[in-house]
């Protein structure tokens, strides 16, 4: 009887039937897709105003021009009239009169048309440019979300597909928009390289001389980019083993980006750079160690066409392939070849045992069709080595567990070379449980041995990631269900002391602390709990200052300028010295000043003043609406 599969791979064929629906993207990317739609919406708008005034433009030089050549028709007429003796010189008058338009037609108000046109032709073109950014971005968004797609794709043929499809897409549209911006750069360095040359100032010239060497490091490091893509292999061109191998690690390297900060999702831009930029070199490397694809001596694997044999002993000993006897080292080499075919035949035999129509896979069917060729032990060290290290939340703790397990043992030179499965992870998952199952005596010695070594618990300490993101907890993220978590953003202060509490009452969370503050998650049971904490630490953390004086002035009367607690102290510091009445809220980036509007001039922003002037306009408009009993705060 097939194995139902879990609801992580049975949702799969919903997102392979979309996968080549370029509109259709991935949840994470929806907000970063419709902010580059609606840059893209406005820019489009402005460029058809623009284009509006450049149309109506010429249609009044094309009036005008027809109004200079009847002009000029009667002057010429006026002008035979009179000599003919037919009207009085004094008709001379109305020719001159009309000489006088004419003039003014074609040397003013004409060339003022002409250099609106120009300059509306050259904002124009300034917003196509501006447009091909953001359709390159959007391009460059969705071809990164088809990459990710790819990895949920099932089918390891369709997976390919989409990858190679996905990736070369990715790479062509990251190319140009990298021309773009070195093209950007070369046009800011010709302007800073005029200014120096002009300049007769020694301390303008050091710092604009700063500024060219800053400018030239930056085209040196985006043409080295440019130049590491258009070098690089096709992926439609590579075949299907070494996409196989792409496909993992760029996989492996998407699972260990952080796609939020802050609790809002970050510029897409630059993590699709750098998976374009690290799978070219993904790659070359897959390619370079087809021929060496176990260890670095040559001809002692090779990825021929397999051979129908029985399976030979598996050998795991530990030997030194330089000097080791002729015997030794040709079991090395035919076990060794060995495990990449039964990779290979676990791969296939996945793939032909799973039912794409009920998204169900028969792992049992798939193991004895593995154990026609290759024995228990081969088999569970195959699986064992490709899932060694693996943080991949679709395969199971108890999976995780036993790998570690098998490969307790084995020495370093049959693991450091990794083996790969071109199969979904869901299925391989199913699969390695279905081979567990196989070894029951197995797992009992395993687990007398645990018993055994009665290993100390290991200390969960906080996950630092490359970008100086901080993880806490990470692992419990994963295990609750996305409609049970419960996700709040804080200021830094804020979220150590609801951490804090949270420890104390033994209540488990999961963190990311950014620079801006830090994203906490629950689970909802522990809801309530986490809100308590929550208003703790916001009662010690947050001050208010002169609360009564913000009692006292009236709602419409309010000028409220929002800033950092630095500006809002500097700002407190100059009303107390003026005699202004402030009230103020001291909480971080999160920080107010209140004062009246009246004295508002003096201390806030002109942006800020101009949002007041705006809210009084609309709130003069508007029609005031009766004040019912209990209404007044």
Known sequence: MPIQENEEVRQQPEVEESAHQSETLLPLFNAAYDDHMDRLDNLQEHKAEVQDKISKAENKIAVLEEKVAKLEATNAMLGELIENGKLPKIAQKIIDANADKIKAIQKKQIPKL???????????SKLDSRIAVVQLKAEKLRNFSNVIKSFLTPDPQKRRELFRESMDSLHNSTKNLLNIDRNAAKS???KLSEQYEKSDSMAEKYKLGQKIEAVKSSISSIEAKIHRLETAPKFQEADDHTVDKTIAKTESEIENTDFFAGGEIFDMDKPAETV?????????NAEMSMEDDFNMIDGIINNGKKEERPDVPLFLEEIDVSTCDDATLQSFRESAKANMECAKEISQALSQNYDYE?????????LRDVHEKFSDDRIAFVLANVLQGTSDGRISKEVKDF????????????TKRKLFLSSHAGLINLFAKTVMQAQPEKQVEKQVEKQAEKPTPEKKEPQKTRSGIRKINPNYYRQIPPEDRVITNE????????MTELEKQKIPFSAVETEKGVTITVAKENEDAFRAAEDKAKDTHVRLVNPEVFKQIPQEDRAIQPMSEKEAQETMQKLEKDGIPFSARLDGEKSAVTVRKSEAPAYFSRRQMKKLAQEVKTEGTKPKEPKNKGQEL
């Open 114 to 124: 002409e250099n609106g046109i120009k300059q509306n032709q050259e904002k124009i």
């Open 188 to 190: 800011k360095l010709a």
């Open 276 to 284: 374009a930029l690290d799978s070219s070199e993904y790659l070359r």
């Open 358 to 366: 009920r998204y169900t896979l028969n792992s049992e069917q798939a």
């Open 403 to 414: 790998a570690k397990d098998t490969l307790r043992d084995v020495p370093e030179l049959y």
């Open 491 to 498: 200021p830094a202060k804020v979220g150590a002391i609801i």
